[in-house]
């Protein structure tokens, strides 16, 4: 066979392989998910045998009457929020980076997370001391909910005024723009938090460690509502966010409506981080790295395979994630935060350092 | 080849509007046509508005007065949507995209044909893969395009464009940034796309020379916002490409249809003998600053061209000295000693050149 035919052949062959390589990781990474979601089912300061496990999802009942109650009540809801943030969280930032053509891009980057910041530590702060402690000490008092919404308000306000401000400037002075926002807004919480008590400080300090815990069967409906709509906008973006790959320029010559992708691209990532965080906390990471990772993995840029990757490996990574915070055999629970940056961080530096051109211009 | 117009304007104003200021107007009255199936070049000074000109053409900013209609429709009219499924564009603009393969790049060309998920049919990848065998960039196909060279780059943008099925294609500033022979490449891929497909090609380019050898027609821009349509022999004939980049450091020569350095006159001189060396020997002197003469008078330099066994000699006679050269480097360097060195910085050059010289060559004379 010569060299011609050979590259003609591969000319035809191009699409059908890369579609058969993907299947191939797409079926492995679904396992994997499969595997990390059971196993934080059964691990944690009380091991439960993985064949319980099945069952008490099957809709039966454990050997003892509290393994059910630990799986049903505390880790089958910890372990569908680590599921749904890590996937929208993911998304999210995939969606930021191809965006703002940036890779350092995350679901904070337009200052959502500071938002939200805002919103909890004007609750917190403003407590009385007992309350606050209570706050986060007990789940199910109406407090949490509160927190919540009022993270949500936060995250939302800044949003409001981003996607004001989305409508008139470009892309790079919107990213800077973002970023002034979070630090104003980080500001505004470090004023409040200077005039405050040491029991709210703390519990303020303990909701930006992240968790994935505080998520219960009641709250449950809005996240997950919220974020499955976000990743159902994310497919119907797939397009508009493969024609931002060439900026938008050529977005513009192949036919992209600009200023409205732009908007729901904001609108999407927003909703998608910002519930999140309300929810979870500020959980660092895992919206810049799984991204990376992913085009690392499938060796592409198309988001018709990124996207749901990104969501799968996010999942995946906030499992492990989670489970690692847990320090299964022991009563101690890590940071998340710290989890996620120690995960996080060296596949950021692996992911730089081992791409080829490393030219100026902000190839990724 | 059919007149059917691609493109055409009409009492056309092209330039920027300014806040609270009257708009500025970079060239008026432009009334323009492309053809199908033809190349034409866009050139001018820097400065003149070729680059508003191929925005305006292409979508991308309103014209300030008068109409552009794509293929007999008014382009501002047309949604983002219709006008890619018309008009595609090579920006200047860099992509720098990792993990994506040329393939993929020239694939996202399909997007006005494609549906909401942007997925590819098999008449989709069958375009797809003509595009990159129409710029010969087939072998590229499943390279990163962060990898590719500024050339190879090229031809893979000018695929993805082409990939859109456009009737009109609109490339700025293509050959820049590539060396002679990736020029020429894109240039023959260009004119050859346009002649055999009937697409109407307009490019922007500061080639001129590349633009007079391929260009079926220049649009030459001058300063004075005046744009002078013409077949390029015709534009070196009438003078209109000498006008537009008249300047007090270069002149058109239309003889050789190219740029040559306005130096210092030094004198007068005249070649005797023929062939490649001969015309090489004339360069060499009119670099050197003398003016060519056609017959040999006295008190001008004479060089006399002998080409023996394949190797030209050069024979220089000035006044009483004379002397004979193998090489029209050394020739110049000898009259320019025998000047005394070009004129503004003499003795600094004199020196530099003795220390070169007494370093190149130690041995006394």
Known sequence: ?364 | MNATPVLTTKAMAIGYKEARRPPRQLATNLSLTLQAGELVCLIGPNGVGKSTLIRTLSGMQPPLAGGVELAGLDLTSLSAHERSRHLAVVLTERISVGMLTAYLLVSLGRHPHTGWTGRLTDQDHEVVRWSLRAVGAEDLAGRPVSELSDGERQKVMIARALAQEPVLLILDEPTAFLDLPRRVEIMRVLRHLAHTTGRAILLSTHDLDLALRSADRLWLMAMDGTLIDGGPEDLVLNGGIEAAFRSERMAFDAESGSFRLSTVARGTACIEGDGLAARWAARALERAGYQLLPDCQPGTVRVTVTQALGSPTFAAQRGTDSRQFERLQELVRWLDSQDGGRVELQPMRTALRQAVEARNDPRPE
């Not at chain 1, 050979?6 to 994997?32: I, K, M, Q, Y």
């Not at chain 1, 990772?293 to 395979?305: F, V």
């Not at chain 1, 499992?319 to 847990?326: F, H, P, R």
């Open chain 1, 1 to 364: 066979m010569t060299a011609t035919t050979e590259t003609h052949a591969s000319l035809e062959d191009l699409p059908r392989r890369s579609a058969a390589l993907s299947r191939v990781a797409f079926g492995g990474l679904v396992v994997a998910l499969v595997l990390a979601f059971l196993l934080s089912l059964a691990l944690g300061s009380v091991q439960i045998p993985l064949d319980q496990v099945v069952r008490v999802l099957a809709g039966g009942d454990a050997a003892r009457d509290s393994w059910t109650k630990i799986v049903l009540t505390y880790r089958l809801p910890k372990a569908l929020t680590a599921v749904l943030a890590g996937a929208a969280l993911a998304v999210s930032g995939l969606q930021m980076q191809t965006f703002f053509r940036n890779p350092l891009a995350d679901p904070s980057i337009l200052g959502i997370n500071a938002g939200a910041s805002l919103g909890v530590a004007a609750v917190v702060l403003s407590a009385k001391t007992v309350a606050a402690n209570t706050l986060l000490a007990n789940l199910d008092v109406p407090g949490h909910l509160g927190l919540v919404a009022s993270a949500t308000i936060g995250a939302a306000l800044v949003l409001v005024v981003v996607m004001v401000l989305a409508r008139y400037v470009n892309t790079l002075t919107l990213l800077i723009l973002g970023m002034m926002i979070g630090y104003l807004t980080n500001a505004v919480v470090s004023v409040l938090l200077y005039f405050s008590i040491a029991d709210q400080v703390r519990a303020y300090v303990s909701w930006t460690f992240g968790s994935f815990a505080s998520v219960t069967w009641r709250q449950m409906p809005v996240l997950a509502v919220a974020s499955l709509v976000g990743l159902c906008l994310a497919f119907l973006l797939i397009k508009w966010l493969n024609a931002f790959l060439l900026g938008e320029g050529y977005a513009q010559s192949m036919g992209m409506p600009v200023r409205r992708a732009r908007l729901w691209v904001v609108i999407n990532s927003a909703l998608l981080a910002g519930t999140v965080t309300a929810f979870c906390g500020p959980i660092g990471f895992l919206g810049v790295a799984v991204p990376h990772l992913c085009r690392a993995l499938w060796g592409t840029a198309d988001h018709r395979i990124l996207i749901p990757a990104s969501a799968l490996m996010g999942a995946a990574l906030a499992l492990l994630a989670d489970l690692a915070a847990q320090m299964p055999g022991s009563a101690t629970v890590l940071p998340l935060n710290a989890i996620t940056a120690l995960l996080g961080a060296p596949v950021v530096i692996w992911v730089i350092l081992r791409r080829t051109p490393m030219r100026a211009g902000g190839g990724w």
